[in-house]
């Protein structure tokens, strides 16, 4: 069964951090794994992307410098290190894979930032 379930949202102070996680079943991320926003009344973002068959990290620009995309060593777990938090990346976030038409979506998990 290919699954993707995601963690770690919450509420957090402008300036704050939080680690978002998204761990995967029948994906890896040599398949290419997509961390993707969508904000109140708006469509979903990409945010960020990793595919460790490529050796290849991407970044949308409005996150570049604040949010870092990683796996862990069995390629199943994908993280969000999202530091300098601020009110506008308020959203609910999801996982979804496989590069390059993203067909099976996480749950979504919700970032709040408060100002």
């Known amino acids: 069964e290919v699954q993707l379930v995601e963690s770690g949202g919450g509420f957090v102070q402008a300036g704050g951090s939080l680690r978002l996680s998204c761990t995967a079943s029948g994906f890896t991320t040599d398949d290419g794994i997509g961390w993707f926003r969508q904000a109140p009344g708006k469509g979903h973002v990409g945010i960020a992307y990793?595919?460790?068959?490529?050796?290849?990290?991407w970044y949308n620009d409005t996150v570049v410098g604040r949010f870092t995309i990683s796996s862990d060593s069995a390629k199943t777990t994908v993280y969000l290190q999202m530091n300098n938090l601020k009110p506008e990346d308020t959203a609910d976030y999801y996982c979804?894979?496989?590069?390059?038409?993203?067909?099976?979506w996480g749950q979504g998990t919700r970032v709040t930032v408060e100002s």
């Open positions: 990793i595919s460790t068959r490529d050796d290849l990290t």
């Open positions: 979804a894979a496989p590069f390059p038409r993203f067909t099976t």
